[in-house]
Nanobody, 120 residues
Framework: VQLVESGGGSAQPGGSLRLTCVAS????????MGWFRQAPGKEREGIAS???????MYEDSVKGRFTVSKDNGMNSLYLHIGSLKPEDTAMYYC????????????????WGQGTQVTVS
């Protein structure tokens, strides 16, 4: 069981990125999942979550700029980040295991290794 993130990189302010999280050896179709990020010197924070019904939850500071989605056919979770800001610079992680949409790390049991996003 493994989650692998991709899509990070360097971007300019005002731009956009789409992060992808792919599961290997298991299906995401009935999973509740989330995205977290951790900036240097800061704690990991939950930013978005989606359950198997497509219900979503966002951290207040990212509402309107971040969109979480799933593609069960591709066995993938996505995070679209729009209007990038320098403060979006962080390592972004996907996670699975929540029972309902949640942005608390304790709700998750399986984590990916992260993908770095740098905005400057």
């Amino acid at each position: 069981v493994q989650l692998v993130e991709s899509g990070g990189g360097s971007a300019q302010p005002g731009g956009s990125l789409r992060l992808t999280c792919v599961a290997s050896q298991w299906s995401l179709s009935n999973q509740c999942m989330g995205w977290f990020r951790q900036a240097p010197g800061k704690e990991r924070e939950g930013i978005a979550s989606i359950n198997d019904d497509g219900d979503t939850m966002y951290e207040d500071s990212v509402k309107g700029r971040f969109t979480v989605s799933k593609d069960n056919g591709m066995n993938s979770l996505y995070l679209h980040i729009g209007s990038l800001k320098p403060e979006d610079t962080a390592m972004y992680y996907c996670a699975s295991g929540c029972w309902s949409p949640a942005i608390l790390a304790g709700a998750y049991t399986i984590w990916g290794q992260g993908t770095q996003v740098t905005v400057s």
